[in-house]
């Protein structure tokens, strides 16, 4: 039996995935110890990539040539818009934060965007099925891992739970499944090119979460 797809790119990559799962924010959360100024900053970061991920999306859509995959994607670009953006516009609200241009250039983060950005413009439909898939199954897996977990502040736990909810699982799950179909045709040339993008997400991913605290205090270990 031919291997998946994203089995092989799990596999390979599973030292850069694991270093994001187990990423210091990450097991802040789960240890009810993350700090709310660093929340705070991840709040004005993540929230302004979500316009960056609609025009992600967007590529996806003009890049697909079937219309299950345009379906698919315009409900996703449905539930950025009109879910996760709702999220954080009321979490700006309630926590007395505002969008902060020096942080969006801040280098990780400016890193991040840009290069989620140049995959969506340069690469072809397959690329971005992988970026999205780096980015999606990487938050399902943490979120579900702690998702358990006791957490006092509640913008905390709804984040968490947003992600570990069966919807988002559903899109996680289909984006897998897409990428392994694909995968069936793909030469092993593409093949390589996608472990290679789904690491370098998750590198990008690394430095964009140690973003959200302070320079003395930046640590992904």
């Known amino acids: 039996m031919t291997e998946q797809l994203t089995d092989r790119i799990l596999a ?16 802040d ?19 302004a990539f979500v316009e960056t991920a609609i025009a992600i999306f967007g590529y996806a859509v003009a890049k697909s040539s ?18 996760q953006m709702p999220y954080f516009e009321a979490a700006f609200a309630r926590r007395g934060i505002a969008p902060d241009p020096a942080l969006q250039a801040e280098p990780r983060v400016a890193a991040f965007r840009e290069g989620m ?22 938050y399902w897996s943490w979120c579900l891992a702690v998702s ?13 739970e947003m992600h570990a909810a069966p919807g988002f699982a559903a ?6 499944d ?5 995968g ?9 090119e996608a472990v290679r993008v789904f690491g370098h997400v998750q590198q990008l991913e690394i430095e964009f979460h140690s973003a959200a605290y302070p320079a003395e205090a930046i640590s992904a270990a």
Do not use: C
Request: proline share 4%.
């Open 12 to 27: 390979e990559n599973a030292r850069v995935f694991e270093a994001m799962v187990s990423h210091r924010f990450v097991r």
């Open 184 to 192: 069936q045709v793909m030469t092993p040339a593409q093949r390589d």
């Open 29 to 47: 959360i789960a240890a009810d110890t993350l700090a709310p100024e660093v929340f705070d900053r991840y709040l004005l970061i993540e929230g």
């Open 66 to 83: 079937d219309i299950g995959d345009r379906r698919k994607l315009i409900g996703s670009l449905d539930a950025l818009a009109n879910e």
């Open 178 to 182: 897409r990428l392994d179909a694909l």
């Open 171 to 176: 899109q996680a799950r289909w984006l897998r």
């Open 117 to 138: 950005l140049e995959i969506a413009r340069e690469g072809d439909f397959t690329a971005i099925i992988t970026a999205m898939f780096a980015a999606e199954w990487m």
């Open 148 to 160: 358990q977990a006791p957490m006092r502040d509640p913008m905390v736990r709804d984040w968490v």
